[in-house]
């Protein structure tokens, strides 16, 4: 079986982008393939986070997991800094990488931009990324459309590693669906929907309210032509909506386009109103109970011993190549 691992920022509300584009499809893969699913909380760090929350939120996104099907008998499921490893490969990897490859990196530009002080860990965190996959030799790796540039980087150092020292590491795959893979802003459809943009108006939340997600459809930014047509480069609010719609009804794009002729955006706003709750609220009961229950942490202890044992072999072996181990 195909081992598959991936992973999510505890930053900010975890958004219907990261769930369309990952969480979702992670759940579909446990049954076919041997899974590893992190909460990336040394990521958070790269941007400065407030102690007390990052440990909510981590918790909170293991307990989202489960909610919305991960199955810590079929996946294992772990929280990032409980694998010390994963750091200790990364120094290995930082001394093989190179300081132009990481300057190239689009999401550092991205998110360096307008800010004074960049920590070094923003710098390198693709790095990072590059240990928690090879770390585990995964094959696939299930992320969205946004990622899929620090996963070149992955397989280029695991390769340059490799031809350097000897096989060491499987050469990872990334997992990008064709479609929904980007997920766009609903206030600006040029750009992608993420946890941490500014306004809350960019994004639905796995925790919205019907409310919240009422208000924040309706505002959602479109076009003046008023025609329901799947055209991402000329109609790209439209397109979004008629994405989500789709990823979140099982209705085909062409089915919607067909079924929706002839209506005003209105109807199209309203009726994503309802799928997007009618999907959401089970998942938001589930990730209730869960909290209560105190099973999270469980789950999380017992995926991080499974996954140290495997990290550690990782590790052994290539500190083995690098002439560091002594004994
Ligand atoms: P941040 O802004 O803090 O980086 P994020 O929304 O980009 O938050 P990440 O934790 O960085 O979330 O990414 C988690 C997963 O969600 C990754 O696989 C990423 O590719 C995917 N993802 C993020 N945004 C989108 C989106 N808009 N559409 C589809 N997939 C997305
Ligand atoms: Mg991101």
Redo the contacts with the bound molecule.
Sequence with gaps: MKRVL????P??D??I??Y????KRFVDLQDTTDPYFMI?NL??WT?PQDPQVLKEKTINLAALYLAVGLDPKKSVIFAQSDVPEHTELTWLLQCIAYFGELGRMI?FKE?SEDKQNVSVGLYTYPVLMAADILIYQADLV??????KQHLELTRDLAERFNNRFGHTFTVPDPLINEF??????LDDPSK??????KSPYN?ITMMDTPDEIKSKIMKAVTDTDNQIRFDPVNKPGISNLLTIYSLFSGETIPQLEERLAGQGYGTLKKELVEVVVNHLQPIQQRLQQLKKSGEVLDVLRNGAERARAEAAKTVQAAKEKMGLLLG
């Design positions: 991936s992973g999510v920022q930053t900010g975890v958004t982008g990261n369309l584009g990952a969480i990336v990521h958070a941007v999401q998110k299930p992320v969205g459309e946004d990622q929904g893979a980007r997920i766009m802003g992608k929907m993420s946890k941490s943009a994004r």
